[in-house]
């Protein structure tokens, strides 16, 4: 092929709105750490802290990068939170029931597995839009879980030690000055599922056509992607995923409430969201995912540590969120949050032409 | 007093896209109380001049003078003011709202108290346009869901004519293939309504591709080729083959001798009996390997919706479908792409092509598992070095294999859905408007492809609606009618009006 001289739309001058609008994001997140560091220099930019940030994270990553894949597609999954809780909740009466760390853990993903199986099957062989099929599936979670507890904690001597060990404990990394440092289990986690993802998003043959069904659901179909099996694969990896950070919260928590999970799925998918504005094609990406998260986190690490209130931390995240978007749609190509707006509105997400 | 006729003369109308020219220095005269036809072949540049008559599109030169006084079209919304009404083939109508809405969808709705709907005066004035345009028969205040297509159609013309003041001749009105989805009473509504503004004194431009409809209707008729006008005509004084004949006139390069010569023995590739879906009623044909066979008929005569069986698109209701032999059962998209079927679809944009994604990405999508790393990863070196070779093979002109398919003009985006088609060596190619909206250079280049693969030995089955390019191309060429296969008969010593006269008979 010949190698053309020109390279359309690709033109070598600056534009300070195209730069905004591609690492605006990355940007804001440095300018959030410089000022938390001006604000707090004695504890905020300390590897304690910051190994600190990532075990207040890595609940919430695990949902993220999984919910990733599910944006991937075009779809997202409202039901994770509540899925969370309930795996709380499953695992908790396991224990009462003088069930083993292993019986309870492979229940609880069993149990997410199927959730995620339900969604799936709800809104890729049944049709239904994801918004509609997943906030069912929120409320028939959260149901269940108030139903199974009574809607009462599980707490206590019934928790196994090594269960509730593991999400305070980690691996040690020697002392920095006075303190011990540990690489927290929890961020250990975090990252295995980071790896994970970004190994099934970035090189794997399911990776490339979960974003073919995102990029144009039809020309995916007549290109021989068997769309509705893959839609409900992500929908379980993401049923997967929430089970894990459930178990993750229960052992952190060492109580499982039956609706402790709630903040998560609207965290996670402004974590995505955030993400897609570091991508060129404004695409859900796992490593923009990672920075959504750790501008959630550092957010709230800093604010708290500035001692503000929270009500002011949730109103300055969602400013945040909402600067970002908008920020990366200046003047930029805006059909996939369209596409977004519509899927929101119910309408029916394939085409049935 | 009297006023005038009114008369808009287009002058000079050229536009370009990326350097490809669409329009080149057309020019027509609309004169009130006229109907005038725009007829042309696909790509003839009918659609160009009517987006830049509705402001849509900035022309590259354009001078318009209306009743003598020069004229500008920034924008869609003075176009409107100027009196300028498109009513498009795709039916825009809103079902879940009434009639009379639907009527007063680009104008205020009549208020009460300022902020009310006042629903009376909006269902009498809906009711007296209705009436004033002869179509009675729609009730205003019934939901437009449960429309024909042709009372839909009879809505949005009306829809025009909301805050016109009856006795107000200055409305020129475009009708872009209005009867492409119409049956024939509905044909007949319409063209009784489209008789009734003429003789208000409006002027119409009518876009159509049946000339039959011409001659009911306009007095004047416009043929466009390859973005020029060739002529304009009275009517009454020109033949179907004059038209035809300047539709046409362009040659194909003939296929070069040596190829054809080149075949081989016989061998049955696709074995098609009785076919039935949705969309066709019944389908037979057989195809022979290296055999490239063309389908010709009208817009809904069920051409591309036989690919769409074939593909496994569309399910099957009847019928049998033989490969090599083999019956093809449950047949899907992916499972086609397995079997060596491969398939170009009618809309590269939203059928086939991932704007966002890059070039080796969108050719080799149907086929990574040919690029499986332990039947999971993808080797993406392999990948772009395959995407690379097909490249090549297509002619493709590209920055670079990483650049976004949204960058790519039409002609290389549709070289890549080729490349995408050959990469496993099909047996069994279909292809559906090949060329459609590529400029020349790309053209001669997938003719080119199209035959050094049917060379190979892959069957080749082609939709076109550019009868010339069918009858260069292909070996045999079957004509489908209501949705059936009517005629098969080989393409050598065929001429473009015998062709379209076989399109065109009525069983």
């Not at chain 1, 949050?337 to 394939?350: D, M, N, Q, T």
């Not at chain 2, 079997?339 to 590269?348: K, M, S």
Request: glycine letters at 10%; one cysteine or more; charged letters at 20%.
């Amino acid at each position: 092929m010949t190698e053309s001289d020109k390279s359309p739309g690709m033109g070598p001058r600056f534009s300070l709105t195209a730069f905004l609008r591609r690492y605006g994001t990355f940007i804001g997140f440095l300018l959030i750490v410089l000022f938390f560091w001006t604000q707090r220099p004695q504890t905020f930019m300390t590897v304690p802290n910051w190994v600190n940030i990532t075990r207040q994270m890595s609940i919430l990553g695990v949902v993220a990068f999984t919910m990733t894949i599910v944006m991937v597609t075009g779809d997202f999954d409202l039901s994770v939170g509540a899925m969370a809780s309930l795996v709380g909740i499953v695992a908790g009466t396991t224990f009462q029931n003088g069930g083993s760390v292993a019986e309870a853990v492979a229940l609880s993903l069993l149990v997410g597995a199927a959730g995620g199986a339900f969604n799936g099957l709800l809104v890729a062989t049944v049709g239904i839009s994801a918004f509609v099929a997943t906030l069912g599936a929120l409320t028939v979670f959260r149901g269940l879980a108030l139903y199974i507890s009574g809607g009462a904690s599980i707490y206590g001597r019934v928790i196994p030690a090594e269960f509730s060990s593991f999400g305070r404990g980690g691996i040690a990394l020697g002392r920095i000055g006075e303190t011990d440092l540990a690489l927290p289990n929890l961020t250990i986690i975090a990252i295995i599922s980071l790896i994970l993802v970004f190994i099934i998003l970035n090189y794997s043959i399911v990776g490339r056509r979960l974003y073919a069904i995102g990029g144009n659901m039809e020309a995916a179909r007549f290109g021989g992607i068997r769309i509705n099996r893959l839609r409900l694969l992500s929908f379980v990896i993401s049923g997967l995923g929430a089970a894990v950070a459930g178990l993750m919260l229960f052992s952190r928590l060492a109580t499982a409430h039956p609706t402790q999970g709630e903040g998560l799925m609207l965290q996670a998918i402004a974590a995505v969201f955030l993400g897609m504005t570091l991508s060129e094609e404004s695409q859900p990406n796992v490593i923009g995912t990672l920075i959504g998260v750790l501008i959630l986190g550092v957010l709230a690490n800093g604010l708290t540590q500035m001692q503000i209130d929270t009500y002011i931390q949730q109103i300055s995240t969602g400013v945040i969120i909402i600067l970002a978007v908008t920020l990366s749609s200046l003047s930029g190509r805006q059909t996939r949050y369209r596409r977004w707006l519509r899927r929101l509105l119910g309408k029916a997400p394939e085409a049935s032409s | 007093m009297i006023a005038p006729p009114l008369r808009l003369q287009v002058r000079r109308a050229s536009k370009a896209y990326a350097g490809v020219p669409a329009l080149t220095d057309a020019g027509l005269d609309l004169v009130g109380g006229e109907v005038h036809g725009l007829i042309g072949e696909n790509g003839a540049g009918k659609s160009t001049l009517i987006k830049l008559l509705a402001g849509l599109e900035v022309p590259d030169s354009l001078s318009l003078r209306l009743n003598g006084a020069a004229l500008e079209l920034p924008d869609s919304a003075a176009a409107y003011r100027v009196g300028f009404r498109f009513i498009h083939q795709e039916l825009s109508i809103v079902p879940a709202l009434s009639v009379a809405e639907n009527l007063f969808i680009s104008n205020p709705l009549p208020r009460l108290a300022g902020v009310f709907v006042d629903w009376k005066d909006l269902h009498r004035r809906a009711g007296a346009v209705l009436q004033r345009l002869g179509i009675g028969h729609i009730n205003p205040r019934r939901r437009a869901s449960g429309l024909s297509a042709g009372d839909a159609m009879l809505v949005k013309i009306a829809g025009a004519f909301i805050g016109v003041d009856e006795g107000d001749e200055r409305l020129i009105m475009i009708m872009d293939e209005p009867t492409a989805s119409l049956n024939s009473d509905e044909v007949e509504l319409l063209f009784d309504v489209i008789d009734r503004l003429r003789s208000r004194g409006y002027a119409l431009l009518y876009v159509t591709h049946r000339l039959d409809e011409l001659y009911r209707i306009a007095q004047r008729v416009t043929v466009m080729r390859d973005g020029r006008v060739i002529s304009t005509h009275a009517v009454a004084d020109t033949s179907t083959a004059t038209l035809i004949r300047e539709m046409t006139g362009r040659s194909v390069d003939e296929p070069s001798a040596d190829l054809s010569a080149a075949q081989q023995p016989e061998r049955l590739r696709l074995r098609v009996c009785n076919l039935r879906t949705d969309a066709v009623a019944q389908a037979s044909l057989e195809l022979n390997a290296g055999e490239i066979m063309g389908i010709a008929g009208l817009v809904g005569s069920g051409r591309s919706e036989l690919l769409y069986a074939l593909f496994g698109i569309d399910p099957l209701l009847g019928g049998d479908i033989e490969l090599d032999g083999q019956s093809l059962t449950e047949l899907s998209p992916a499972r086609a792409w397995n079997l060596g079927i491969a398939y170009v679809p009618e809309e590269r944009r939203s059928q086939g092509l991932f704007l966002s994604d890059q070039v080796s990405q969108n050719i080799t999508l149907p086929h990574l598992d040919r690029f499986g790393v332990l039947k999971t990863f993808v080797n993406e070196g392999r990948a772009r070095a395959r995407s690379r070779n097909l490249g090549e093979s297509v002619a493709l002109k590209i920055t670079g294999l990483r650049q976004r398919v949204r960058q790519l003009s039409g002609g290389n985006q549709q070289k890549i859905l080729f490349a995408r088609a050959i990469l496993a060596q099909p047996r069994l190619i279909l292809l559906d408007e090949p060329t459609r909206g590529v400029d020349v250079g790309a053209k001669f280049d997938i003719y080119r492809l199209i035959r050094e693969l049917a060379g190979q030995g892959a069957s080749i089955l082609m939709v076109s609606s550019e009868l010339d390019e069918l009858i260069a191309l292909c070996d045999r060429i079957v004509v489908m009618r209501n949705g059936r296969t009517a005629d098969v008969m080989p393409a050598a010593g065929l001429s473009e009006n015998q062709l379209l006269e076989r399109c065109y008979e009525f069983s």
